[in-house]
DNA sequence: GTTGAGCGTT
């Protein structure tokens, strides 16, 4: 098995990070390993993996010993095979080590006097080496993965912690505002959500046509709805929960949830 | 069980 990335990183003080792209997503640290190694001392490979499903995102990070070593690996597995599939190999350019990269100049840093006219690696990709080529490609990007993206995002609490610096000059207001303001909006994804006949309903199967039609906006349900429980949908606490003694039906609560 | 530009963790 892999002891890559087990413990975080082992040593990144005299190592050189190369980034494998086009990989598979069912490559391992292991399978890469070996091919790597060949070529040099590999210190660690830790290939990124979703938090939730824990797959691989398709990319992978080989240190390096030293950057002679390094530079071989690019430029023998740089467009190598692996799986069926062409991966490309490349200096990594951020990264924890990325400063060490600028300061070492390993791209440059070549035991044997030898002159090359291009000491970057040739990149030798497909013909479709264009310039506008990412654009397009950008695009499918965002096929199963804008999920992901978005849920990151919302980790992040970018916008949140922003908003709440703007307004820094008054917390109270500001955050009773954007509170309110902030659960309107979220309830009425709620109730979009409710909306769903699914579950709310227990059994709207058999007269929805009709409500379908009286319905087609919702617009007014929502302005009852929400001048109905905007003032205070929370303040309210209808269940005086006796801590010491249990609920007679534990169901309600979760349905209160 | 899918996907395919990119830059990383205990």
Redesign the pocket.
Known sequence: MSH???????D?TD?Y???V???????TADDLFPLFDKYGKVV???I?KDRR?G?????????YKYADEAQKAVERLDGRVV?G?EI?V?????????EK?QKGRIIESFPRSRHRSRSRSPYRRHRDDHYK??????R??S???DRYERDRYRGKDKDYRRRSRSHSASPDYSRGRGRGRYDDDRRSVSRSMSASPARRSPSPRKSTSPRKASLPRGESPDRRVRDGRSPSPRSVSPRGRPAGSRSPSPRNSDVDE
């Open positions: 890559f990335g087990r413990s975080g990183p082992p990144i190592t990070s190369l980034l792209l086009n990989i598979t997503f069912r490559t660690d490979i830790f990124p499903t797959d691989s995102r398709g990319f992978a990070f080989v240190r799986d599939r490309t490349q200096f990594a350019k951020y990264g924890p080590n990325a990269i080529d990412r654009d397009y490609r950008r499918s990007r096929r199963s993965y």
